[in-house]
């Protein structure tokens, strides 16, 4: 096990468009977590998904943001209708159980031109 | 609103030096502390976890907590330039939430 992998790395696109990332966690890992970062600022809560079910979603969270873990396994975060301020690190992180460490991904830059 | 506390730094200490780290938490309900090494552009590295009082050692890093002053900190012994990077405290919650600090940016200096 190569550890959590996200997909693409570096994302470039234009203001209005969509993107969409995949993560896939540490086989067997139950819980899987969304995170943003910007500059100098620790890891912000987007989501998280205990095997398939999300369980929670952060409040300020614009409902442009959607992400799906289908059977468990990777799970995909979509950003509709891009705008600049969403330019930041996405990153992915699971963890085995709900409170054992968590393991992040290299995660993915977008960048909103 | 339950919050991590950092000093952002950055941190300078010579090399050879101990660098000292410090957090701390609001949640009392927390039982699960981690410390995250991140270097710029990448993303965070877990390096150390604790859970009970005390320290806990592994090679030249010591993770210490003490859970009535709401207080975890990370020794880092001998340090070496590869270890200047920004250090990430992280609390497991009540809900089994990880909170997170803004993180110390720690310099070593040859």
């Known amino acids: 096990d190569t550890g959590v992998s996200q997909d693409p790395r570096h994302k470039i696109t234009k203001r209005g468009q969509n993107v969409t990332f995949r993560c896939d966690p540490i086989?067997?890992?139950?819980?899987l977590y969304w995170y943003r970062q910007t500059l100098g600022q620790g890891p912000e809560f987007l989501t998280y998904?205990?095997?398939?079910?999300?369980?929670?979603k952060s409040r300020l969270l614009s409902d442009r943001f959607s992400a799906e873990r289908p059977k468990g396994s990777f799970s995909t975060l979509e950003i509709q209708r891009t705008e600049q301020g969403d330019s930041a690190m996405y990153l992915c992180?699971?963890?085995?159980?709900?409170?054992?460490?968590?393991?992040f991904g290299q995660g993915t830059r977008l960048t909103v031109v | 609103q339950k919050e991590v506390e950092q000093n952002s730094g950055p941190l300078s200490v010579p090399e050879g030096a101990i660098a000292s780290l410090n957090c701390t938490y609001s949640?009392?309900?927390?039982?699960?502390f981690f410390w995250y090494r991140q270097y710029s552009g990448k993303s965070p590295e877990l390096i150390m976890s604790?859970?009970s009082n005390g320290d806990k050692e592994d090679g030249r890093f010591t993770a210490q907590l003490n859970k009535a002053s709401q207080y975890v900190s990370l020794l880092i012994r001998d340090s070496q330039p590869s270890d200047s990077a920004t250090y990430l405290c992280?609390?497991?919650?009540?809900?089994?939430?990880?909170?997170w600090g803004a993180g110390t940016k720690l310099i070593i200096k040859p």
């Open positions: 992180a699971s963890s085995l159980q709900e409170d054992t460490e968590a393991f």
């Open positions: 086989s067997e890992h139950n819980r």
């Open positions: 998904f205990q095997n398939e079910a999300q369980l929670e």
């Open positions: 949640d009392r309900g927390s039982q699960s």
């Open positions: 604790i859970y």
């Open positions: 992280a609390a497991l919650d009540s809900n089994y939430q990880l909170i």
